[in-house]
């Protein structure tokens, strides 16, 4: 702390003090006066200092993490490894789904290879003649009754674990996507490398300026539930901080926008709030979305009332969990306990009526309090 000192020529207790109240902005500020002052008083660890305090302070432990830069040899090594080896669990997952498929598909290949050359045989003869006899027709027509009776049965029952496994198949194949294509980005120098000071710098800005992010956590674990996002807690990398947008987009979006687009980019796409002709949109919705303010309705300016598309809700986050339901369960109404809190979807217009009926409270606690209420009415 001498050399600082020396370079302010402030006391200790006062060159720390004003270190801590410099706001994220001011620090990137501060770091370009020069090389060194600035880069000396606003290094790498002072990002890291007030990244974990401001972690810490917002209770985002468990649901946020970011990349920190390896002081040792050992330190290092041991990332590598746990990086190969998740690259590897991802390979081995792809390739047993493939082998899977593959031996599926072979036996049923050979199960149904001897009745389908049976029935082309029998159509074939059928289609020469020109007419069938009683004992043509009748078990073709025989199959066909048990082939729909079984495309019906399959559609009643199999649904929901058909949906399952195309959604993984589809995050399998995004996966692999993003790393070539970020891969050939990077090599034909589309993208900058985004460095550990900017990406610090940038997070840090995030954090502290997204607001009370007490409540994004219960969205968070629900969203994971659902199983939209693979594990927790989320490690935030180079491509999360530039889906968020510039400065001047991330400052006009509500609180409860700024926080979710910080890992939207990770969910399905019909989740992920975008930017068509500079306004927000969620998903591949050609629609904006549409925050009402309070001097409209009255509702907490953190998380306010959304509309999109013919979509209106009591806010940004119910509209968030009525999609993730609509996306997951093909717009069944169902209720799930988490933490014990209930997340539910109810009737658009029915949560825009008691929320214009209800008295503005404060931002941290509202999703809180509806939770609670719909618990209650659940349970009664």
Not at 119 to 126: D, E, G, M, R
Request: proline share 4%; with cysteine.
């Amino acid at each position: 702390m001498g050399d600082r000192s020396y370079l302010l020529g402030l006391p200790d207790d006062v060159s720390l003090h004003l270190l801590r109240c410099l706001k994220a902005d001011s620090c990137g500020a501060l770091r370009a006066t020069s090389m060194s002052v600035g880069c000396h008083l606003v290094n790498e660890d002072f990002f890291t200092g007030r990244l974990d305090a401001a972690i810490r302070t917002n209770g985002l432990n468990s649901v946020l993490s970011y990349r920190k830069r390896h002081k040792t040899a050992q330190a290092s090594l041991k990332a590598a490894c746990r990086g190969l080896s998740t690259a590897i669990g991802h390979l081995g997952s792809l390739a047993a789904m493939i082998i899977g498929f593959s031996t599926a598909s072979a036996i049923l290949f050979a199960v149904l290879l001897f009745p389908l050359q049976w029935l082309i045989q029998k159509i074939l003869a059928v289609r020469i003649s020109g007419s069938a006899t009683f004992s043509e027709w009748f078990p073709l027509f025989l199959i066909g009754a048990y082939l729909n009776a079984f495309k019906a049965e399959w559609a009643r029952r199999d649904v929901v674990k058909m949906r399952e496994m195309m959604m993984c198949f589809g995050d399998v194949f995004v996966w692999v996507a993003r790393l070539v294509w970020g891969g050939l980005r990077l090599a034909i120098g589309i993208d900058k490398r985004m460095s550990q000071i900017e990406y610090l710098m940038r997070l840090l800005y995030v954090i502290e300026e997204g607001g009370c992010w007490e409540p994004i956590v219960p969205l968070i674990h629900f969203v994971r539930n659902c199983g939209m996002m693979p594990s927790l807690p989320i490690v935030v990398t180079a491509d999360d901080l530039k889906a968020v947008g510039s400065r001047a987009v991330f400052d006009a979006r509500p609180g409860a926008v700024r926080q979710y687009s910080l890992f939207s980019r990770r969910l399905v796409y019909t989740l992920r709030v975008g930017r068509v002709d500079n306004q927000d949109c969620l998903g591949s919705s050609s629609q904006p979305m549409t925050y009402q303010t309070p001097g409209v309705l009255p509702s907490a300016a953190f998380d306010p009332p959304t509309t999109c598309g013919n979509r209106a809700l009591s806010s940004f986050t119910d509209l968030i969990v009525h999609s993730a339901y609509h996306d997951r369960y093909d717009g069944r109404v169902i209720a799930r306990h988490l933490d014990e809190r209930v997340f539910t979807t109810i009737d658009a217009g029915q949560q825009l009526a008691a929320q214009v009926a209800a008295q503005p409270g404060p931002p941290g606690g509202a999703i809180a309090r509806r939770l609670t209420s719909v618990k209650r009415s659940l349970l009664n």
